[in-house]
């Protein structure tokens, strides 16, 4: 048993700062996401402080999260719209509703947050369970490049202050596509460890667990403004439909 196979820990440590830190802006997602929606209901896993669900609720849509962290969705509730959005507090991969939904979604990477390959192969065989006859399954992911982590390691400069300096060290585990991620503030109280890991895989792989779940890949891009896929692409956006 790790630390890192609890799905709390993540929000123990940053639900604080969440909001505060550079976030991608949520529109573009949105605007995708809203027209695959096709009137809904959503589903988000992983919905975290509702960064992209208040303003696809916003649109009219009928939206429900899942959400590990309870300190997530507490910062969530405190936000205009937040304390209508019904979450189930409870582990992605079981996905514990029942829908039908049209539209599920899983975005920023979060799927990596499951660190084993079964648990994600988990992820993807209850969303099959819980998709409406036609409906689309979205993942926001990074396309991983070894180049990134030359020697199984990698250093991030993440902040420099009067105050204060954070950086990252990242030590990678190729064989398990995993890292664990240590992010290290220097100030004047002290040290402060934050860690965090991640499975990663590349976008056949999940094409590979979503066919085992009865999934079939309909759209890849690039990004949510639906710029092309290719192999110098760094992130994808994946649309899976039933078979
Ligand atoms: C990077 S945040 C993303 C939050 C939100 N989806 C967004 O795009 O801003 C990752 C979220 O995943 C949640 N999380 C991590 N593992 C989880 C799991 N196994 N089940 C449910 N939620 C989980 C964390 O608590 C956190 O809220």
Redesign the pocket.
């Known amino acids: 048993m790790s630390i890192f196979d609890d799905?709390?820990l993540?929000?123990r440590l940053?639900?604080a700062d969440?909001d505060a830190g550079a976030?991608p802006d949520?529109g573009p997602a949105v605007d995708f996401l809203a027209g695959l929606a096709e009137g809904g209901p959503v589903l988000?896993?992983?919905?975290?402080?509702?960064?992209?669900?208040l303003p696809l609720a916003e649109r009219g849509l009928v939206v429900e999260g899942?959400?590990?962290?309870k300190?997530?969705v507490a910062r969530m509730r405190a936000k205009p719209g937040g304390a209508q959005i019904p979450v189930a507090i409870?582990?992605?991969?079981d996905v514990p509703v029942t829908g039908p939904f049209r539209l599920v979604y899983?975005?920023?990477?979060?799927l990596f947050?499951?660190v084993d390959a079964h648990?994600q192969a988990d992820c993807f065989r209850n969303v099959a369970r819980v998709l409406a006859p036609g409906g689309a399954f979205v993942v926001e992911a990074f396309v991983p490049d070894p180049a990134d982590f030359d020697r199984d390691e990698q250093v991030q400069v993440r902040a420099v202050t009067e105050d204060s300096a954070t950086i990252r060290l990242h030590r990678y585990d190729r064989a398990a596509q995993r890292f664990i991620r240590q992010t290290i503030t220097f100030d004047s109280q002290g040290v402060h460890v934050k860690p965090f890991a991640m499975r990663y895989c590349w976008p056949d792989q999940m094409d590979e667990m979503a066919g085992q779940a009865g999934l079939r890949l309909t759209e890849r891009y690039a990004d949510w403004h639906r710029r092309p896929f290719d192999t110098d692409s760094k992130d994808h956006i994946s649309v899976y439909r039933p078979m």
């Open positions: 799905p709390g993540f929000g940053w639900a969440y976030n949520p988000e896993l992983a919905i975290g402080t509702g960064r992209v669900a899942i959400e590990a962290s300190e997530m409870g582990d992605m991969a899983l975005v920023f990477n979060t947050n499951l648990r």
